[in-house]
């Protein structure tokens, strides 16, 4: 997949290649704290997240979402058979079926998450792509440590 991207890729750029257990001069940080703002695929919502926590003004460029032929064979499929979903490691037969088809391009993209993206722009901390960016500066409250005290709650309960 990222064949294309170094074949057209300008030769004075840098292409960072992530792999399991690479090296630690992931640039990925830097270029956050860096870009003054993001265009940001709306199936990635770690990247949303992340960009949103710096403040950064984001634009969301939602894919489609689309109840295709996967989503029909993964609820037919797991519904017949329940032990298989359930299976260990590699997700059974079925996970594999529908990784085919979603290589294949038979299969669409079919995780709405448009809630999320609502929730962004209610919020004031992105924008649908097309749309003006919102000035920066704007940060979500940081709610770690009252989600970390709940959950040393839950975890030292009776």
């Excluded at 294309?4 to 257990?21: Q, T």
């Excluded at 695929?41 to 032929?69: C, H, N, W």
């Excluded at 990784?99 to 901390?125: E, P, V």
């Amino acid at each position: 997949m990222v064949a294309p991207l170094k074949a057209k890729r300008d030769e004075n750029s840098i292409l960072y290649c992530w792999e399991p257990g690479g090296s630690d001069d992931n640039p990925h940080l830097a270029l956050l704290g860096q870009a003054d703002r993001f265009i940001v695929t709306g199936d990635s919502v770690s990247m949303m997240v992340e960009v949103a926590r710096r403040g950064k003004p984001l634009a969301i460029f939602a894919l489609p979402y689309q109840r295709d032929l996967a989503t029909r064979l993964r609820r037919g499929l797991t519904g017949a058979r329940p032990a298989d979903a359930a299976q260990s490691g590699n997700g059974g037969w079925t996970a594999r079926l529908l990784a085919s088809f979603a290589r294949s391009g038979i299969a669409g993209y079919s995780r709405d998450l448009t809630a999320i993206h609502d929730f962004l722009y209610q919020q004031q901390l992105a924008v649908p792509l097309g749309t003006p960016f919102l000035a920066a500066g704007h940060r979500p409250p940081d709610e770690l440590e009252r989600v970390v005290s709940r959950v040393r709650r839950l975890i030292t309960a009776p």
